[in-house]
Nanobody, 126 residues
Framework: EVQLVESGGGLVQAGGSLRLSCAASGFTFDDYAIGWFRQAPGKEREGVSSISATDGSTYYADSVKGRFTISSDNAKNTVYLQMNSLKPEDTAVYYC???????????????????WGEGTQVTVSS
């Protein structure tokens, strides 16, 4: 059974930091692009960051470049998202996702991504 389990969300003040984790199981981790999407109330789901577990290539949305860092621990089948200098506009449910068809999840139709986690809430207060 494929599982993507997110953790690390919470409430933080603007300027603060959080670290999200995504623990993967049930598929060959090294063959996949894994990353994070987010969805704020009333808005569409958007890509945040992606990493190729094959070669470690990383990709970021312009809105988070320089503030967020994605990394993977292939031995633990886990992907992390370090979020620094958080802003109220970062408030959203953050979803982990995985797909084997491209090096980056940004290259895959969002509606066709193979696997999704349940999501974790991140709230940034002003």
């Amino acid at each position: 059974e494929v599982q993507l389990v997110e953790s690390g969300g919470g409430l933080v003040q603007a300027g603060g930091s959080l670290r999200l984790s995504c623990a993967a199981s049930g598929f060959t981790f090294d063959d996949y692009a894994i990353g994070w999407f987010r969805q704020a109330p009333g808005k569409e789901r958007e890509g945040v960051s992606s990493i190729s577990a094959t070669d470690g290539s990383t990709y970021y949305a312009d809105s988070v470049k320089g503030r967020f860092t994605i990394s993977s621990d292939n031995a633990k089948n886990t992907v992390y998202l370090q979020m620094n200098s958080l802003k109220p506009e970062d408030t959203a449910v953050y979803y982990c996702a995985a797909d084997r068809r491209a090096a980056s999840l940004f290259q895959v139709d969002l509606n066709g991504i193979e696997y999704w986690g349940e999501g974790t809430q991140v709230t940034v207060s002003s």
